[in-house]
């Protein structure tokens, strides 16, 4: 991990399309502004990790569902 100080008004230039800027400071907390294009996705990362879960879970379910069509077993 490449850990870098920044203060407000100050960003970070990732792969020459992707700036993230610091907009303010209050204590511990740091509030960022993230400008890239469209067809990049940002995600804060709780949400991130909840939608790699239920893409998960639905890949095991069709899963399943395929294994059951395959061996002819029906939903009940």
Do not use: F
């Amino acid at each position: 991990m490449l850990a870098l100080s920044r203060k407000k008004g100050e960003s970070l230039i990732i792969n020459n399309n992707i700036e993230i800027m610091i907009l303010e400071t209050h204590g511990d907390q740091v509030k960022i502004g993230i400008s890239a294009p469209k067809e990049i996705p940002v995600y804060r990362k709780e949400v991130y990790l909840q939608i790699q879960k239920e893409n998960e879970e639905v890949m095991a379910t069709d899963k399943l569902s395929s294994l059951n069509d395959l061996l002819g077993k029906k939903k009940d």
